[in-house]
């Protein structure tokens, strides 16, 4: 067996990872010194460590890891399944995003301010982001944000409505993957949803409001403008 800081080195990552794949579970070493406290890697570990770094480059996130080694074959068979859905649907959004990118170069080589067509781009649905979504955090960026911290609301705005058809209200519109916004000129502002200890997420990165606002999903009900009408 190997003291920890080889097994890091060896397996090019470090302490402060191994220790905390540990903590949570997902690896932990053979033996620990109750003297010095110092943790032992047997050979066997490297194959784990290998199929953790494995997973994630895949895009497993830590929770999906551990539920992965949890699960028996037919377990596992399902979990990768679930994964390339995923990351499927990932793809789509991304070449979506791509595409509008090339949009907004194309118009801003004309010395357009504006993409009127992307503000009334054709709906298209998806059922994850009907509901409302409040405001619970800004952050620098995605990866900064830890859904268990506590962090103070930042926005102008408490909550989003995701209306059904896309249905504007307030200003506000979407289509999959975008928040359409009409007032001030209008802009499209691109979303991106994670799932995170059973709760659902949304990033945006609204120009002018600093850093990427963070939404949490209170209830995935379907609103209409009537209804939240009544509420002010």
Do not use: H
């Not at 050979?43 to 551990?66: C, H, N, S, W």
Request: a neutral charge; one cysteine or more; hydrophobic letters at 30%.
């Amino acid at each position: 067996m190997e003291r920890i800081g080889n097994f890091a080195r060896r397996c090019q990552t470090t302490i402060k990872t191994l220790r905390f794949y540990d903590k949570s579970g997902l690896l932990s070493p053979d033996y620990i010194d109750t003297f010095t406290g110092y943790r032992y890697y047997g050979p066997e570990k490297t194959a784990e460590m290998q199929k953790i770094t494995g997973l994630k480059e895949i895009g497993f996130t830590l929770d999906e890891i551990r539920r992965y080694n949890a699960a028996d074959e037919r377990g596992r068979s399902e979990i990768i399944r679930d994964k390339r859905l995923s990351l499927a649907e990932m793809a789509e959004e991304a070449a979506r995003r791509l595409k509008m990118l090339d949009e907004y170069g194309q118009n801003l080589s004309k010395g357009e301010k504006k993409m009127d067509m992307d503000l009334n781009a054709p709906f298209e649905n998806d059922e994850r982001a009907i509901g409302r979504w409040e405001f619970i955090a800004t952050v620098e960026n995605r990866e900064e944000f830890k859904p268990e911290n506590e962090y103070e609301n930042k926005s102008v705005y408490e909550e989003l409505y995701f209306l059904p058809g896309g249905e504007k209200y307030w200003g506000f519109g979407w289509t999959k993957g975008f928040l359409i916004i009409t007032f001030d000129g209008g802009m499209v502002v691109p979303y991106e949803l994670r799932e995170a200890g059973g709760q659902t997420f949304m990033f945006l990165e609204i120009p002018g409001f600093g850093g990427v606002s963070v939404l949490g999903q209170a209830d995935n009900k379907r609103y209409t403008k009537s209804s939240i009408t009544k509420k002010r």
